[in-house]
């Protein structure tokens, strides 16, 4: 619960704090990454939405001049894991950690 010009507001601590665990991932902040991983009430198997950008190359080929390369860029929007996002940007350290913290909350 939060308090907020008075009143008592209730929060989902949970969501928030891991929506800002994905956030943190994408942004490549590790150190505060590591800080919500670490957090016992976030769900590191929490599915959020984030936007990434792709990069799409195409090769245009011309029949008697220099070809040419076009590379484009996409944002989109999707529903990943901290996980996806840690492997995806080729974070060891979360990677383990959030391996480690998953099998913990198993058992």
Known sequence: MTVYSGKVVPMDYEAVTSQRLLDAILDGDTK?????????????????????????????????????????YEEFKTDVTALFLAVNFGNVTLVKSLLVTSLSFRF
Not at 32 to 54: C, E, M, Q, R, W
Not at 55 to 71: C, K, P, Q, Y
């Open 32 to 72: 505060t990454a590591s800080d919500y991983i670490s957090d016992p009430l976030v769900d590191v198997n929490f599915v959020g939405a984030v936007s990434l950008k792709t990069r799409r190359s195409e090769v245009v080929l011309r029949d008697e001049s220099a070809s040419d390369v076009r590379v484009e």
